[in-house]
């Protein structure tokens, strides 16, 4: 199994949870890819390139991290579950607001998790909230952009930087792909003292080793 991340200090914190779940360490490996999507597409396009060309293909993977939670959707600590995965500033502007890329005729702006793997990983984690995560390429910052994604996607549940672009990577792949994330913090005005990535870490790590126990 695959497990990318971000940056450096998630993927510590879901080796620490890999550590302790009893499962063999060689047969997980996690690895951050960068922030933004397209560095995680690039990144984990690359991981599962690699290992097909070894003969050692991998057979899932997990885009895991911290994420912001839409407020009476998801709180700070929370797990959230993928059951799609959505680009949702992948489109155009107009003057009836926004077109996601799939009405414009160039493909799809939305991913399905593999439903085997959102079956096991409720199983394994059921306190979990299974709904729509957003990838975006610029972090929400304001009640009113926060308010407008939460009309557009009823079934948000967070928001995040990579997962699209690893399910990118991991479709053009056929390996099965669902987004795993910790709550950090609520979506909307910029606020590092609501932050809590304390708790979000160590949420990952329980997570991590739900997932793979």
Known sequence: MLIVTAVAAEAAAVQAGVETSGT???????????????????????????????????????????????PGRAAVGATVLGARTIAADLGAESPDGFLPVDQLGFGSNLIEADPALLKALTAARPTAIVGDILTLATVTGTNQTAATLQARHPLAVAEAMEGYGVACAALLAGVPFIELRTISNPIGPRDRAAWRLREAFSALSEAAAAACG
Do not use: K, M
């Not at 690039?42 to 899932?60: D, F, I, K, S």
């Open 24 to 70: 063999d360490p060689a047969t997980v490996v996690v690895a951050p890819v960068g922030v933004g999507p397209a560095a995680a597409a690039a990144g984990t396009a690359r991981l599962l390139t690699l290992a097909e060309a070894a003969g050692t293909p991998y057979r899932a993977v997990i885009s895991a991290g911290i994420a912001g939670g839409f």
